[in-house]
T-cell receptor, first 114, second 109 residues
Framework: NAGVTQTPKFRILKIGQSMTLQCTQD?????MYWYRQDPGMGLKLIYYSVGAGITDKGEVPNGYNVSRSTTEDFPLRLELAAPSQTSVYFCASIETGVEDQPQHFGDGTRLSIL | AQRVTQPEKLLSVFKGAPVELKCNYS??????LFWYVQYSRQRLQLLLRHISRESIKGFTADLNKGETSFHLKKPFAQEEDSAMYYCALRDYNTDKLIFGTGTRLQVFP
C-alpha cells in the first residue's frame, strides 16, 4: 500500500517557469490537501478538495492552481514561479466520514525558485 | 480565530531527561488535537491524537481544556526522539489541520 505519493522529491526552477507537483493516493480517500512548509512557519494550507471535480482555496492559494479530475490525483500547478514559492510542499489525504482518522502525508517536494 | 501556538522553536535535553513540548490552542468548539513528528529526511507522520488517549514511543499528551493546552510529554528522552514536532488542531468545518510552527527536539547523548 503506497499511501500518498508525491513527485518529484526535489526541483529547482527559474523565476517565471511553470511546473506541476504531482500527488496521488491509493486509499480511495475523498479529501485531499496541499500544504507548504516554510521554515519556522509551520504548515499552511494552499488548496484542498473534498472529492473529484471539487476544489477550494486554503489560506495561501495565490500563485497556485489545482485540479481534481479523479479521486486518486490532486496535482498542484505553479504557473509563474516566484522566489516566495520556495518551500517544501506536502500533499495529504483523509477518508472523511470515518471517525478519528488522521491525515496521511506524502514525503514532500522540496522546491527552490532561483 | 483558530490558532495553535508552540512557543519553543528548539528544545535541547540530554538522554534520559524528561521532555515537555508545549502546545496551546485557540478554538471555538470542542477541539480535536494531534501531535505529528517529522524525523530527519522523512515524511510528516502522526504521533498521537488526544481522542485515543494512547501512548506512542513513550510519549503522552493530555488535553487540558481549562488551560487550552495539549502538551507532549515523555519521562525519559532517547536520542532517536530527536525530530521536529508539530501540534495540530482539526477544524471540523473543513477537516483541515491547523498546525503550530513546530518545535525541534534535540536529545544529546
Amino acid at each position: 500500500n503506497a499511501g500518498v505519493t508525491q513527485t518529484p522529491k526535489f526541483r529547482i526552477l527559474k523565476i517565471g517557469q511553470s511546473m506541476t507537483l504531482q500527488c496521488t493516493q491509493d486509499m480511495n480517500h475523498n479529501y485531499m490537501y496541499w500544504y507548504r512548509q516554510d521554515p519556522g512557519m509551520g504548515l499552511k494550507l494552499i488548496y484542498y478538495s473534498v472529492g473529484a471535480g471539487i476544489t477550494d482555496k486554503g489560506e495561501v492559494p495565490n500563485g497556485y492552481n489545482v485540479s481534481r479530475s479523479t479521486t486518486e490525483d490532486f496535482p498542484l500547478r505553479l504557473e509563474l514561479a516566484a522566489p516566495s514559492q520556495t518551500s517544501v510542499y506536502f500533499c495529504a489525504s483523509i477518508e472523511t466520514g470515518v471517525e478519528d482518522q488522521p491525515q496521511h502525508f506524502g514525503d514532500g517536494t522540496r522546491l527552490s525558485i532561483l | 480565530a483558530q490558532r495553535v501556538t508552540q512557543p519553543e522553536k528548539l528544545l535541547s535535553v540530554f538522554k534520559g531527561a524528561p521532555v515537555e513540548l508545549k502546545c496551546n490552542y485557540s478554538y471555538s468548539g470542542s477541539p480535536e488535537l494531534f501531535w505529528y513528528v517529522q524525523y530527519s529526511r522523512q515524511r510528516l507522520q502522526l504521533l498521537l491524537r488526544h481522542i485515543s488517549r494512547e501512548s506512542i514511543k513513550g510519549f503522552t499528551a493530555d488535553l487540558n481544556k481549562g488551560e487550552t493546552s495539549f502538551h507532549l510529554k515523555k519521562p525519559f528522552a532517547q536520542e532517536e526522539d530527536s525530530a521536529m514536532y508539530y501540534c495540530a488542531l482539526r477544524d471540523y468545518n473543513t477537516d483541515k489541520l491547523i498546525f503550530g510552527t513546530g518545535t525541534r527536539l534535540q536529545v544529546f547523548p
